[in-house]
């Protein structure tokens, strides 16, 4: 259960950086704006996760 969390964490961490994706030569602003709502939807869902992990884990004490 312990490396689960680590997952959802590192997925989260992955989320933000993939939000906070600079625009550059490679990268033009419409890919920039995709990766930022990938970035987002994946931070959103990874914290929703570990939420739920954290009610599971109070509740089973």
Same mark, same amino acid.
């Given at each position: 259960?312990?490396?689960?969390?680590?997952?959802?964490?590192?997925?989260?961490?992955? @989320?933000?950086?993939?939000?906070? *994706?600079?625009?550059? +030569?490679?990268?033009?602003?419409? %890919?920039?704006?995709? /990766?930022?709502?990938? @970035?987002?939807?994946?931070?959103? *869902?990874?914290s929703? +996760?570990l939420?739920?992990?954290? %009610?599971?884990?109070l /509740?089973?004490?």
């Amino acid at each position: 259960m312990h490396h689960l969390a680590l997952v959802y964490l590192y997925c989260v961490v992955a @989320g933000f950086a993939l939000a906070n *994706v600079p625009t550059s +030569a490679v990268i033009t602003p419409a %890919v920039a704006d995709f /990766l930022g709502l990938v @970035g987002g939807i994946a931070m959103v *869902v990874f914290s929703a +996760a570990l939420l739920v992990l954290g %009610v599971k884990a109070l /509740l089973k004490q």
